[in-house]
């Protein structure tokens, strides 16, 4: 099954991540796969955009199946091997409702998380001011304050056993610490971060150029 898969991807990218961490739990090792260069700008190249007109990464296809969005790659890779590997969407109604609120809600993360480390990648030089960075930067502090609250209730995002809120929010997250964010600030984020960075299907898709320089930015530090 996983020979019929193909997936584009770059190194450090949480949307191509969350693809690879799925890939991973639903048993779907030895899928084709191209690492590709933003820096080089390889994302927009005539390869990924015939199937991806926006040129963003992930690109994943599974046979003729094309899907362009990390949550859609998800949901569809659980949908489709239900019954392979971990098990990341709970039967029961009151469970499914918060593994649903918490992966939608992670985009709010991912948004905010991006407007400040990439905060000189997106704006240009002449755009940019000092308050907007602030502003930016208050806002992740009291979305991370949520963060915080809902980790007291369990050691996964969902409750007591992980679930497709893990797989599609854990990359948000180990940016955080990448990027130099204070464990005694968010200690409950970084207990969940230690929790999940040694699991057989995130250290299996850990980042390779964070392999190769363990250390990463301090951007966060002060947060």
């Known amino acids: 099954m996983a020979e019929d898969m193909h997936l584009y991807w770059g190194s450090g990218s949480a949307p191509c991540w969350r693809v690879m961490i799925a890939l991973e739990e639903k048993n779907l090792q030895g899928f084709k796969n191209t690492l590709l260069s933003f820096d080089k700008n390889e994302h927009k190249s005539p390869g990924v955009l015939a199937q991806n007109p926006r040129g963003q990464l992930p690109t994943f ?24 590997g971990s098990k990341l969407l709970p039967d029961g109604a009151a469970e499914q409702a918060l593994v649903y609120q918490r992966m939608f ?3 709010t993360f991912y948004d905010k ?16 001011h000092e308050s907007a960075f602030k502003r930016n930067c208050e806002a992740l502090a009291t979305e991370l304050h ?14 007591a056993n992980f679930s497709l809120a893990d797989v ?14 204070t464990a005694v600030r968010y200690p409950k984020l970084a207990e969940y971060h230690t929790l999940l960075k040694d699991r057989p299907s995130v250290r299996a898709s850990w980042p390779p ?14 947060l």
């Open 168 to 181: 599609a929010v854990f990359p948000s997250v180990a940016n955080l610490f990448r990027y130099g964010l």
């Open 61 to 84: 296809k599974h046979g003729d199946n094309i899907l362009n969005e990390s949550y859609a790659a998800c949901f569809y890779l659980e949908s489709q091997f239900k019954r392979q």
């Open 105 to 107: 809600e992670g985009l």
């Open 146 to 159: 949520l963060w915080e609250g809902y980790l007291q209730a369990g050691p996964y995002l969902a409750g």
């Open 113 to 128: 998380l991006c407007a400040v480390i990439y905060y000189e990648w997106f704006v240009p030089e002449d755009e940019r």
């Open 209 to 222: 150029h964070w392999q190769e320089n363990p250390t990463g930015e301090d951007t966060l530090k002060d």
